[in-house]
């Protein structure tokens, strides 16, 4: 592998049509990727795609937003948050299981507070099976970093990524604290937002994603995303820290390889 995108979502139905030649790509371009499973079902696809593939692993979880046990309204119905051990248990065994996720809280769009209760809950039973199965965790945080930190606080020793990272240095330096690293999206391709934080955090303690199919990079944005474009995302990074990227890109795959035992 010369890059690694450590999430993205090579189950979803956007790649129903092509998913062979996406696959192709990558391994023409040498990128690697964990695929991320969001409820059981997606779970289970990603695990068959990572044990089909070289260079592709997967995470096993329930994303917050299916806490409640309805579908979420921007990832397709049919996703159930209800944490089923047994049928989890089954999908560790594989060696392509790198960790557990994405799991975590999301606050936004959250008109009832009961809900949180619940997300709460189910981020920790994903805690207490990852601290069982010596699994790191792929966090899915979203305008809930001071609560997901709180949660965390109480497991030490627990470790993992914080996928889309979107806050600032001070949010930053707490995950640092506990031993997490921080992954970034395509959207710094097209804004400033998060250059001061990308050149806060350690080299050893940053990843490069995609979140594909979702916000897709310059010079591809508003197409489909897919694994491949998450070279230009390192490009960005390397541009913003001032780093040569071959330098940044070999850090990030070493960064797999200790978080996610790749």
């Known amino acids: 592998m010369k890059y690694i995108d450590i999430h993205c979502h090579l189950d979803f139905p956007d790649y129903d ?24 079902e997606s779970s289970k696809k990603a695990v068959e795609i990572a044990e089909a593939n070289e260079n592709i692993w997967a995470t096993i979880g329930i994303h917050p937003e ?22 989890f248990e089954k999908l560790i ?7 557990i996720g994405e799991c975590g809280l999301d606050y936004f769009r959250l008109k009832d507070d009961s809900i949180k209760e619940k997300q709460k809950k189910l981020f920790e039973q ?3 099976f990852a601290i069982k199965h010596n699994k790191p965790l792929m966090l899915h945080i ?10 965390l606080k109480n497991y030490p020793g627990v470790r993992g990524n914080v ?18 690293t921080m992954s970034f999206t395509g959207v710094i391709t097209f804004t400033h937002d998060y ?21 897709a990079p310059v010079p591809y944005r508003g197409k489909r995303n897919e694994p491949l474009y998450v070279i230009e995302i390192v ?16 850090a990030i795959i070493n960064n797999a390889k200790r978080v996610f035992g790749i």
């Open 126 to 128: 994903q805690i207490q």
């Open 163 to 180: 996928h889309f990272f979107a806050g600032n240095i001070s949010v930053a330096k707490k995950f640092l604290d506990l031993g997490f």
């Open 142 to 151: 979203r305008d809930a970093y001071d609560d997901a930190l709180d949660i």
């Open 17 to 40: 049509s092509d998913r062979e030649e996406v696959l192709a790509r990558m391994r023409e371009n040498e990128v690697g990727a964990i695929t991320i499973g969001a409820d059981l």
């Open 93 to 99: 065994k594989s060696p392509k299981v790198v960790g």
């Open 66 to 87: 299916y806490s409640s046990g309805f579908p979420s309204p921007d990832q397709g119905e049919g996703r159930v948050g209800f944490w089923e051990e047994k049928e």
């Open 235 to 250: 490009k960005k990074m390397a541009e913003i820290r001032g780093e040569n990227i071959d330098i940044l890109s070999e």
């Open 195 to 215: 250059d001061e934080v990308i050149k806060y955090i350690p080299q050893n303690s940053i990843m490069s994603e995609t979140d594909a199919p979702f916000v």
